[in-house]
């Protein structure tokens, strides 16, 4: 991975761009006033409630909650991650990311980089042609030309020089071999070769179908069996997932998807007509995966091989799925019969009893947990149970707090008999014990209603222009007010940056927790109309600080009159701030959180 991209790039990139036209190029839009309507292209529906706004640059479906910038959008319809968003939104506008710090990886066109790869795919699928051997092993294991087309699977011939000669023919092309891995230098001399050689190839595509990487099948005795490019400006492992792409194009809906431990798998049951696995490219499935997978479907089944190195894998993908385990989402775990792989398995029994092995046979994720766990432990005894707790506590902190989190300390309940507040106790317990000092004011926005900070906070994501015209009254990161902190951090950014839209706004705050906060909050109706929203926010702003000084001059009149006599001026100050405080309704309001 190369260098950080500046932030003042994103800002320019969310300037230039329109969403309008992002969107619009890839699901009809409706004109509706100043916004545009469609049909949610993220939940099904017959009537269109999604809205994508030009001054906001934003999108917002009232349907299902789906809302972001332009990048988000291509995050969540493309499947991209964000560097890659960036990528694509600045090639639509014409614009080069640039790197902070350098990085690692020298910065060459990407464009270039897929379009030698593109070649190298076509060179591989012309050599098949002529080869017997890769054709014969293909045929052996069952593919018809179909599908070999549909993969785009080739031959790298049995040459030190055959990609490098052809492909690689001139300096740019060659460049770009050596930069994704397929041509190698060669030691201590000039010149370089074919990192593949006398191998069946399968190109991996990314989400949008370009060729990133290959994976290699060796034919004959060759070592090693499988091999992948090496990661490369365009190839990361831990993100990229083999056939996720040609599953969408065959499938226009795809509620589950199957992961599979190798590119055969996928290609064998493609050919048998199942057409929704995936496989990862020689890593444990990452969070990274997991995302992606569940951006398309609901339901993840990981495929594994009966044998130790399969019970081994899918350990680790079960502990690497925990984090990302909440409502929503669910997994299962399919063992195969020892000796067999999915490709294997289908070619042996056939598409329909393969399929409904998943039906039947797959486990989910809490129970596969139970019943590993069980295996170690002697659940008769007390000792067994008590090293079964032992046993779960990391997994289980693991999970991120919630429905599914609750569910499992349910279910281990039950294996080790024992009443679940008590385990939640001895679960939960030492993850809610050193309480993490608690940052109030960090995601503890009051939702109540008239709330000023949540009011000021709303009218700058709808018009932030307006904070180049109010002053920050003194005393405002003072107010001890949940939100506070945000309202000033938001107020900064406006003023050094007087140009940024909403969208470029959100994007500043992506990886903070309160971001979705401020998404939501964006898309709400406005409360007053852009004419009278300087007003607004003065009054906000100055009413805060106001209400600010009147609680701490009522507590220090308070705490003084616990000492001494006050005066009676004194008490009627008092009663008077006392008055005030309670008539705001809103010092209830302070405790409250989100
Ligand atoms: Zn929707």
């Known amino acids: 991975m190369s260098g950080r991209i500046p932030q003042h790039f994103i800002d320019d990139l969310i300037t230039r761009s329109d969403i309008a036209e992002v969107i619009g190029a890839r699901v009809r839009l409706k004109k509706a006033g100043r916004e545009f309507k469609a049909c949610c292209p993220f939940h099904d529906e017959k009537t269109p409630s999604f809205t994508v706004s030009p001054t906001k640059q934003f999108y917002h479906c009232f349907g299902c909650g789906a809302h972001g910038t332009a990048l988000g959008f291509l995050m969540e319809y493309e499947g991209l991650g964000f560097i890659e968003a960036v990528e694509e939104l600045a090639g639509l506008v014409g614009m080069e990311v640039p ?25 591989f699928s012309q050599k098949l042609k002529n080869s017997t051997v890769a054709v014969d092993y293909l045929k052996e294991r069952g593919l018809s030309g179909e599908i070999a087309l549909e993969f785009g699977i080739g031959y790298a011939p049995d ?25 190698k230098p060669r030691k201590g001399g000039e010149g370089c070769y074919d990192m ?18 290959f994976g290699g099948r060796a034919l004959g005795d060759g ?5 992948n490019s090496p990661e490369s400006p365009l190839f990361h492992k831990g993100r990229e997932l083999y056939g996720l792409y040609e599953a969408r194009k ?18 064998g049951l493609a050919q048998h007509g199942i057409r929704n696995a995936v496989a990862t490219l020689g890593t444990a499935c990452t969070e990274a995966h997991l995302d992606r997978l569940f951006r398309i479907a609901e339901n993840v089944v990981f495929c594994f091989d009966g044998d130790r190195a399969g019970r081994k894998a899918a350990w680790r993908a079960l502990e690497n799925a925990l984090p990302g385990m909440r409502e929503g989402r669910r997994i299962d775990f399919l063992f195969l019969p020892e000796g067999h792989d999915p490709d294997s ?18 486990i989910p994720l809490s129970e596969y947990l139970v019943r590993e766990l069980s295996a170690q432990t002697d659940l008769d005894s007390v000792d067994g149970r008590a090293r079964f707790v032992e046993l779960a506590r990391p997994l289980v902190e693991r999970l991120p707090e919630g429905v599914y989190r ?8 039950q294996s080790v008999r024992m009443e679940p507040s008590r385990l939640r106790a001895l679960l939960g317990g030492a993850r809610r014990a050193p309480a993490k000092p608690r940052r109030p004011s960090r995601r503890r926005m009051s939702t109540g209603r008239g709330n000023l900070v949540r009011q000021a906070i709303a009218l700058l994501l709808h018009y932030p222009q307006i904070a180049a015209q109010v002053e920050t009254p003194t005393g405002l990161e003072a107010v001890d007010q949940a939100g506070i902190d945000v309202l000033a951090r938001l107020l900064a950014q406006l003023r050094e940056n ?71 001026a004194e008490k009627l100050e008092l009663q008077r701030l006392l008055r005030e405080r309670g008539g705001s309704g809103e010092a209830a309001e302070q405790g409250s959180t989100l």
């Open 99 to 123: 790197r902070e710090g350098g990085g690692d990886a020298p910065v060459r066109p990407r464009a270039e980089s897929y379009a030698t790869l593109a070649e190298a795919a076509a060179f």
């Open 159 to 183: 040459s030190w020089e055959g990609l490098g000669g052809s492909v690689g023919a001139t300096p740019e092309a060659r460049r770009h071999l050596l930069d994704t891995g397929m041509l």
């Open 196 to 213: 593949f050689r006398h191998r069946v190839m399968f190109p991996i595509r990314d989400p949008r179908g370009r060729v990133i990487a």
């Open 223 to 227: 070592e090693p069996k499988y091999m």
């Open 250 to 267: 065959a499938l226009r809906d795809i509620s589950t998807l199957l992961v599979v431990e190798g590119y055969m798998d996928v290609v």
């Open 345 to 362: 398995l289908v070619r042996e029994e056939g598409t329909e009893r393969f399929s409904s092995r998943i039906e039947s046979q797959a």
């Open 406 to 413: 609750e569910m499992l300390i349910d279910r281990i309940g």
């Open 498 to 568: 007087p140009g940024l839209s909403t969208a470029a706004l959100l994007e500043r705050w992506r990886d903070d927790p309160v971001g979705t906060h401020l998404a939501t909050l964006a898309a709400s109706e406005p409360l007053v109309e852009e004419e009278g929203a300087v007003e607004e926010l003065r009054n906000s702003l100055l009413h805060l600080v106001a209400r600010e000084a009147t609680r701490r001059r009522a507590d220090e009149l308070m705490s003084k009159a616990r000492e001494t006599a006050l005066s009676d």
